[in-house]
């Protein structure tokens, strides 16, 4: 099926669809990465609780399903990169160009992602051979792995995965991948979530996750809530668009966006009931940053009945959540140089992979092997991060909610919407979504403090 004219991101790709749960899976697999598991429980814990969850839910409604919907609408409707979607849907060069910014975006968060997706690989490997297990200090041993050269070879590893899943195309490898690990992740999660609220204690920490205490709630806690909402449903990195472009044209987006919506809820529940219930178990601060995983959770594994296998199961969940949004993320900038330079999905891969492995290799250095590469007070890794998820993301996002909102004629069509829905998505988009970025981003870069 030709995807239509100048779209050589089709020809490129073998005009390769998603089926119908192919697409669901492969949508879900790229929101339920690390976000969730790791930050999710602990800025919960830092901002109250249920009460912050369920603004969290209202912002995931409010703002990030109808972005979402959006992001899907122009991939199906441009059929190419998440640059040239924007160019064919907007009839001008100038939404191509800044189309690109949602390719940048991910080829840079690619290069740091999988440093982490790096140590899940690492941490599941050491504690199914008993080595994480062996020695009590657990601070110790996780900066021992950070700032040694064996974290590049497991950054590298988790890299060539992700390339071997990428390189074999849509339904023989992204759609094949994630319709294998996803259902895995749902039993891995029940397991672990079954665990952790048996455990002693492990009640107070279901009540803390779901008892909301509104007294908690501030201006600051909402903007958290809205940024998480936005950045774990994968908004503004080009994901959704290129994603978009491999979608049937009976595939219903409305009922996709709320597959992937409900699909990222439920994984952010489910691990508030693993990890609550686990740090209330062995008195862990649940609001102690992403050291809770690393560094907390090992030692509370190593304090249960057979703490090994559980500990074990858990770093594979979160390896499984990492490769599934590695490799949405690496599709982005291959879909794009496939489009925009007719190159094969081998070249694409391989050249995207070496270069994000390249700019990656300073990230990781900077976390200790080599503490000269920090600048105004940020290693080389933390200003990654900060560039893509508080100023790039948000201004993507921002952009893609103008672009449909004003300037789209045919939105309402793309979506599939009726008239009724059509209008509320709009009004969303235009009078809610814009401000609520807006805000997000002034936040996030510091203008803006409460």
């Known amino acids: 099926m030709s995807l239509?004219?100048?779209?050589?991101?089709?020809?490129?790709?073998?005009?390769?669809?998603?089926?119908?749960?192919g697409f669901i899976m492969a949508a879900i697999g790229s929101s339920v990465g690390l976000g969730n598991m790791w930050k999710f429980p602990y800025i919960t814990g830092q901002y109250g609780g249920a009460a912050f969850f369920l603004i969290f839910i209202v912002c995931l409604l409010l703002v990030g399903m109808p972005v979402l919907l959006a992001e899907l609408a122009i991939g199906r409707s441009g059929r190419g990169s998440a640059a040239s979607s924007f160019t064919k849907v907007g009839g001008s060069?100038?939404?191509?160009?800044?189309?690109?910014?949602?390719?940048?975006?991910?080829?840079?968060?690619?290069?740091f992602y999988v440093i982490i997706t790096g140590w899940t690989l690492y941490y599941a490997y050491a504690a199914f051979t008993g080595q994480l297990f062996g020695q009590g200090d657990f601070t110790t041993?996780?900066?021992?792995?950070?700032?040694?050269?064996?974290?590049?070879?497991?950054?590298?590893?988790?890299?060539?995965?992700?390339?071997?899943?990428?390189?074999?195309?849509?339904?023989?490898?992204?759609?094949?991948?994630?319709?294998?690990?996803?259902?895995?992740?749902?039993?891995?999660?029940?397991i672990l979530m079954i665990r952790a609220i048996t455990l002693p204690g492990g009640m107070e920490g279901v009540s803390f996750f779901l008892q909301p205490d509104f007294s908690k709630l501030t201006a600051q806690s909402a903007l958290v809530a809205l940024g998480h909402a936005f950045f774990s449903l994968s908004l503004g990195m080009g994901i959704l668009i290129t994603y978009g472009a491999y979608v049937d044209k009976r595939q219903s987006l409305g009922a996709a966006s709320l597959a992937v919506g409900a699909g990222d809820l439920l994984y952010a529940?489910?691990?508030?009931?693993?990890?609550?219930?686990?740090?209330?178990?062995?008195?862990?601060?649940?609001?102690?940053g992403p050291s809770l995983v690393f560094i907390a959770l090992p030692a509370a594994f190593s304090a249960m009945p057979f703490g090994a296998v559980f500990g074990g199961l858990f770093f594979v969940l979160?390896?499984?959540?990492?490769?599934?949004?590695?490799?949405?993320?690496?599709e982005v900038p291959v879909a794009y140089t496939m489009d925009r330079w007719g190159w094969s999905r081998n070249k694409s891969v391989i050249i995207t992979?070496?270069?994000?492995?390249?700019?990656?290799?300073?990230?990781a250095l900077s976390l200790g092997m080599v503490p000269d590469l920090t600048f105004g007070g940020?290693?080389?890794?933390?200003?990654?991060?900060?560039?893509?998820?508080?100023?790039?993301?948000?201004?993507?996002?921002?952009?893609?909610?103008?672009?449909?909102?004003?300037?789209?004629?045919?939105?309402?069509?793309?979506?599939?919407?009726?008239?009724?829905?059509?209008?509320?998505?709009?009004?969303?988009?235009?009078?809610?979504?814009?401000i609520m970025v807006l805000l997000v981003l002034l936040h996030s870069t510091g203008i803006i403090k409460f």
């Open 378 to 434: 940020k290693a080389f890794f933390d200003w990654l991060d900060f560039i893509t998820s508080n100023v790039l993301l948000p201004v993507c996002g921002f952009i893609t909610t103008i672009f449909v909102g004003y300037f789209w004629k045919n939105a309402g069509e793309a979506a599939g919407l009726t008239a009724g829905w059509f209008r509320v998505w709009v009004f969303m988009l235009r009078y809610v979504a814009p």
């Open 353 to 363: 992979c070496l270069l994000a492995f390249l700019l990656g290799i300073p990230a």
């Open 141 to 190: 041993q996780f900066n021992g792995f950070v700032t040694g050269y064996g974290a590049l070879g497991f950054q590298l590893a988790a890299l060539v995965i992700t390339a071997w899943v990428v390189v074999r195309g849509i339904s023989g490898g992204i759609e094949k991948f994630n319709k294998i690990l996803i259902p895995a992740m749902i039993v891995l999660l029940i």
């Open 93 to 111: 060069p100038i939404w191509g160009r800044l189309g690109i910014l949602q390719v940048v975006a991910p080829f840079i968060i690619l290069s």
């Open 269 to 288: 529940l489910v691990a508030g009931l693993i990890i609550f219930p686990t740090t209330f178990s062995f008195g862990i601060a649940p609001d102690s």
């Open 318 to 330: 979160l390896a499984v959540a990492a490769l599934t949004s590695a490799v949405s993320i690496l």
């Open 4 to 21: 239509g004219k100048g779209t050589s991101n089709t020809q490129s790709s073998g005009g390769e669809r998603f089926s119908s749960f």
